[in-house]
C-alpha cells in the first residue's frame, strides 16, 4: 500500500522559504508515469493545488504561487520537496502532498499525506 | 483558470437520507471531474474520478453524474460516517482547481 509523508518545519518566519519532503514508501516514485503534488488548505478554508512533478522530472506550477515556487524530487531517498519562498501569513495552512492517480499528469489524487500545519509568523 | 462552484455550501440531513450535491464548472470539463470527502482533521478521501467512476473501496451508496459543465455527488442512503464535508475537483486542464466545500452535518 503506497504512503505518503510530510515532512518539515512548522514554523516559518515572514519572507522566509517554506521547505517540506514527502517521502514515499510501498512503491517507487519513478514507475507507473505518475506525477506528484503539493496541495495546500489554509485552516478553516477550501484545497488550493500548488503544482506537481513529473515522472520524468519535468514541472508544471500553479500561475498563482508559480514565481514563488520550486518543487523537486529525490529518486534515490523516494521522495519529492516543496519550497515556497517569501511566505506571508496568507501562506498559513495544511499542506498535503498526494499522488495523481492517472498517468500522465494532470489527473485526480489517490493517494494522500495526512498533512503538515505550516504557520507563518514572527 | 476554471472556476468550480458547488452548492449548498452546506446541508443539514438525517442518516438514511438521499443527498445530492452540484458542482459547477466555468467551462466545459469534459468528465474531468474527481469528488473527495474529508473529515476534519483529516486529508481528503477520493470517492469518484471520471465524473461517475467508484474509486476501489468506496461504497456504493455514492455515485456521480454530469457532463459539460454540470455535475452531481449523491449518497444514496446517508451513513452516520458519511457526514463530512465534499469537494469536486477538475482535471480538465491546469491550473487544477477544487470547489469550495459542500459540508454534510446531522440533522
Known amino acids: 500500500q503506497l504512503q505518503l509523508q510530510e515532512s518539515g518545519s512548522g514554523l516559518v518566519k515572514p519572507s522566509q522559504t517554506l521547505s517540506l519532503t514527502c517521502a514515499v514508501s510501498?512503491?517507487?516514485?519513478?514507475?507507473?508515469?505518475?506525477?506528484w503534488s503539493w496541495i495546500r488548505q489554509p485552516p478553516g478554508k477550501g484545497l488550493e493545488w500548488i503544482g506537481y512533478?513529473?515522472?520524468?522530472?519535468?514541472?508544471y506550477y500553479n500561475p498563482s504561487l508559480k514565481s514563488r515556487v520550486t518543487i523537486s524530487v529525490d529518486r534515490s531517498k523516494n521522495q519529492f520537496s516543496l519550497k515556497l519562498s517569501s511566505v506571508t501569513a496568507a501562506d498559513t495552512a495544511v499542506y498535503y502532498c498526494?499522488?495523481?492517480?492517472?498517468?500522465?499528469?494532470?489527473?485526480?489524487?489517490?493517494?494522500w499525506g495526512q498533512g503538515t500545519l505550516v504557520t507563518v509568523s514572527s | 483558470d476554471i472556476q468550480m462552484t458547488q452548492s449548498p455550501s452546506s446541508l443539514s440531513a438525517s442518516v438514511g437520507d438521499r443527498v445530492t450535491i452540484t458542482c459547477r464548472a466555468s467551462?466545459?470539463?469534459?468528465?474531468?471531474l474527481a469528488w473527495y470527502q474529508q473529515k476534519p482533521g483529516k486529508a481528503p478521501k477520493l470517492l469518484l474520478y471520471a465524473a461517475s467512476r467508484l474509486e476501489s473501496g468506496v461504497p456504493s451508496r455514492f455515485s456521480g453524474s454530469g457532463s459539460g459543465t454540470d455535475y452531481t455527488l449523491t449518497i444514496s442512503s446517508l451513513q452516520p460516517e458519511d457526514f463530512a464535508t465534499y469537494y469536486c475537483?477538475?482535471?480538465?486542464?491546469?491550473?487544477?482547481?477544487f470547489g469550495q466545500g459542500t459540508k454534510v452535518e446531522i440533522k
Open positions: 475537483q477538475q482535471y480538465y486542464s491546469t491550473p487544477l482547481t
Open positions: 498526494a499522488r495523481e492517480g492517472g498517468s500522465g499528469g494532470r489527473s485526480w489524487f489517490d493517494y
Open positions: 467551462q466545459g470539463i469534459s468528465n474531468s
Open positions: 512533478i513529473y515522472h520524468s522530472g519535468s514541472t
Open positions: 510501498g512503491g517507487s516514485i519513478s514507475s507507473g508515469g505518475y506525477s
